[in-house]
T-cell receptor, first 113, second 112 residues
Framework: DGGITQSPKYLFRKEGQNVTLSCEQNLNHDAMYWYRQDPGQGLRLIYYSQIVNDFQKGDIAEGYSVSREKKESFPLTVTSAQKNPTAFYLC????????????FGEGSRLTVL | GESVGLHLPTLSVQEGDNSIINCAYSNSASDYFIWYKQESGKGPQFIIDIRSNMDKRQGQRVTVLLNKTVKHLSLQIAATQPGDSAVYFCAVCYSGNTPLVFGKGTRLSVIA
């Protein structure tokens, strides 16, 4: 079945450690996105990529990094520079061009101990 | 740019009643609007969308209304069921390739 796969679903990290969240899609979508969600809050855009080997910062990019070496994959690294990394992270994809629906993964919950 | 606000963070309705969830946006040039449903611990799921050249669109038990004059968007759910309990987000696209901007969500609770 086509879709977006995020892993791991749950992740625990000690302060000062970097962690990478995986996002893979087999929908043949050009664009991919990372959003952060905090309790009772909406989704805030971290980074997005509309084409391979290119990506743009979203509203809250500080302390995060991404790469887009393959169309199917858009990993997110939460670095030690991120001051408050505990959150629910959502990856999404869409066709580029005319605005349209985002397809979301099931999310990764990161907890910093 | 674009900002998206919500009128109520929570909404409780009796099973079988109709639900109305509201959303406001700031940019009159916004051209695409979408509603998502998110169940606890899961990713958002598409419900319905509408483009700026329309003011109403209907799906199965759901209707989206767009009032461009006052920059207001609403989601109506008919005959609300317990399975409709979730957080509902509106999202707005300012222009073609720009990412969706999400509101903070309304938690809908259905009382049996």
């Amino acid at each position: 079945d086509g879709g977006i796969t995020q892993s791991p679903k749950y992740l625990f990290r000690k302060e000062g450690q970097n962690v990478t969240l995986s996002c893979e899609q087999n929908l043949n979508h050009d664009a991919m996105y990372w959003y952060r969600q905090d309790p009772g809050q909406g989704l805030r855009l971290i980074y997005y990529s509309q084409i391979v080997n290119d990506f743009q910062k979203g509203d809250i990019a500080e302390g995060y990094s991404v790469s887009r070496e393959k169309k199917e994959s858009f990993p997110l690294t939460v670095t030690s520079a991120q001051k408050n990394p505990t959150a629910f992270y959502l990856c999404a994809s869409s066709q580029t061009g005319e605005a349209g629906e985002l397809f979301f993964g099931e999310g990764s919950r990161l907890t910093v101990l | 740019g674009e900002s998206v606000g919500l009128h109520l963070p929570t909404l409780s309705v009796q099973e079988g009643d109709n639900s109305i969830i509201n959303c406001a946006y700031s940019n009159s040039a916004s051209d695409y609007f979408i509603w998502y449903k998110q169940e606890s611990g899961k990713g958002p799921q598409f419900i319905i969308d509408i483009r700026s050249n329309m003011d109403k669109r209907q799906g199965q038990r759901v209707t989206v209304l767009l009032n461009k004059t006052v920059k207001h968007l609403s989601l109506q759910i008919a005959a609300t069921q317990p399975g409709d309990s979730a957080v509902y987000f509106c999202a707005v696209c300012y222009s073609g390739n720009t990412p969706l901007v999400f509101g903070k969500g309304t938690r809908l609770s259905v009382i049996a």
